[in-house]
């Protein structure tokens, strides 16, 4: 008798003992009760539709997928260059860190009938006003009867009271701990045949240029201040765009 209950002791004892590390180890180590994730994704209207030579359209989300995701507010955007044509997918969220960072590309595209066809690794960007910025990266395919696709998907997170974009080594999930709000940020797009590096992928390009501008949106005092006498590329604003009805198909 004392067999048959054991492993099922030891499964009782694992899971308190994962519910107590949750609630009071991985506590959200930096905020203090301040900003809630649903204010802080009003600042969402200040990314750019326009920068340098790209142009973004807003692409409607799934309300399915808005809740897988966890996004309390989000970015849903496709820019493209117009003198190259090139496209980059934005994808900006804000929510609760134990929904934020439960999805990520090598979770959820494979759901969408993706492939990984390279090992997820941090890659550092060197953004055009002197800052850096790390990600994950990693490639996924589809094929299916008529084409075959390969897309490079950048990602990385940043906390509100923290204002770094980061990759942590261990993992998001325990680094951020039970953060009431969470900034995710995805930029994707396809991999051309001409690439032999990571920076090569013109999403790594595009994060150079946009990054320091999302951080002008999410961090308004901070960027202000930093940026105060400088040149920046030109921009315009959600509030001056106008809104498509195409979906973007693979986000979480």
């Not at 008798?1 to 180590?29: C, H, N, Q, W």
Request: hydrophobic share 35%.
């Amino acid at each position: 008798m004392m067999r048959t209950f054991l492993p099922a002791t030891l499964g009782l004892i694992a899971i308190l003992g994962l519910s107590f590390y949750e609630g009071f180890v991985i506590k959200d180590r930096w905020a203090e009760p301040g900003v809630e994730a649903e204010e802080l994704s009003e600042r969402f209207k200040e990314v750019p539709t326009k920068i340098g030579d790209w142009v973004g359209q807003d692409k409607p989300v799934d309300e399915v997928v808005r809740k897988t995701a966890g996004a309390i507010g989000y970015v849903s955007r496709v820019y493209t260059n117009t003198k190259t044509n090139k496209n980059v997918v934005l994808w900006l969220i804000v929510g609760h860190s134990r929904d934020i960072t439960r999805h990520t590309p090598n979770i959820c595209y494979p759901s969408q009938g993706f492939r990984q066809t390279s090992t997820q690794q941090q890659e550092i960007v060197e953004l055009n006003n002197g800052a850096e910025a790390a990600f994950y990266t990693a490639k996924f395919e589809k094929e299916d009867a008529f084409s075959r696709s390969t897309d490079r998907v950048f990602w990385t997170f940043n906390h509100p009271d923290k204002n770094k974009w980061e990759a942590p080594e261990k993992g998001a999930r325990w680094h951020y701990g039970l953060a009431k709000a969470l900034y995710k940020l995805y930029f994707t797009s396809q991999v051309l045949a001409d690439e032999e590096t990571i920076g090569d992928n013109v999403a790594a390009e595009f994060a150079e240029l946009m990054l320091p501008e999302i951080d002008a949106a999410l961090f308004p005092t901070e960027s202000t201040d930093s940026t105060e006498g400088s040149d920046s590329p030109e921009t315009t604003s959600e509030t001056d765009a106008t809104e498509t009805d195409t979906e973007v198909g693979t986000k979480n």
